[in-house]
Structure formats: structure tokens, C-alpha cells
């Protein structure tokens, strides 16, 4: 389900810049549930990583709350 949820913000996301997606997007999620809070309200994030055939740059915010500092992406070395 998160797969699809990622593709969809990507998607999303390539609309907004007005950037064309020209091939079929693939995504694998590997996340485990966190406690986390946003205005004193405590939720459940997700940390974890996940791999896409589509480049995003380091630092760019994917999801809800992304102003907050959540969704924030950086490239795994190796």
C-alpha cells in the first residue's frame, strides 16, 4: 500500500514542477512505525527506506507536512 502511496506522490509532485513521466514508476517500501508528535499532537510516522526508478534530489520533501520537516529524502551511500 505505501508503494502506491509513494508513486503517488511523485506523480503528484512531477505535475506540480509541470515535469512529464515518461515511463511506468516502480517502488519497494521497507518502513517500520515511530511515535512522533506535530503541534503537541502525538501520531505515527514512518521511518525506513525505500528504492524508485525515478531521481530525487537529496533534502526534497515527499508527503504531508513536508514544511515541518517530515518526508525529507537523502540518497543511501553504497
Same mark, same amino acid.
Given at each position: 500500500?505505501?508503494? &502506491?502511496? $509513494?508513486? %503517488? *506522490?511523485? $506523480?503528484?509532485?512531477?505535475? +506540480? $514542477?509541470?515535469?512529464?513521466?515518461?515511463?511506468?514508476? &516502480?517502488?519497494?517500501?521497507? !518502513?517500520?512505525? !515511530?511515535?512522533?508528535? $506535530?503541534? +503537541? !499532537?502525538?501520531?505515527? +510516522? #514512518?521511518?525506513?527506506? #525505500?528504492?524508485? *526508478?525515478?531521481?530525487?534530489?537529496?533534502?526534497? +520533501?515527499?508527503?504531508?507536512? !513536508?514544511? &515541518? %520537516?517530515? %518526508?525529507?529524502?537523502?540518497?543511501?551511500?553504497?
Amino acid at each position: 500500500m505505501l508503494d &502506491r502511496t $509513494l508513486i %503517488g *506522490n511523485i $506523480l503528484s509532485m512531477s505535475k +506540480g $514542477l509541470e515535469y512529464v513521466v515518461t515511463e511506468q514508476i &516502480r517502488a519497494e517500501v521497507d !518502513v517500520k512505525p !515511530v511515535s512522533t508528535t $506535530l503541534k +503537541g !499532537v502525538s501520531m505515527i +510516522g #514512518f521511518m525506513g527506506t #525505500f528504492s524508485i *526508478n525515478f531521481y530525487i534530489p537529496d533534502y526534497l +520533501g515527499i508527503g504531508k507536512s !513536508v514544511s &515541518r %520537516g517530515f %518526508g525529507t529524502v537523502t540518497a543511501m551511500s553504497g
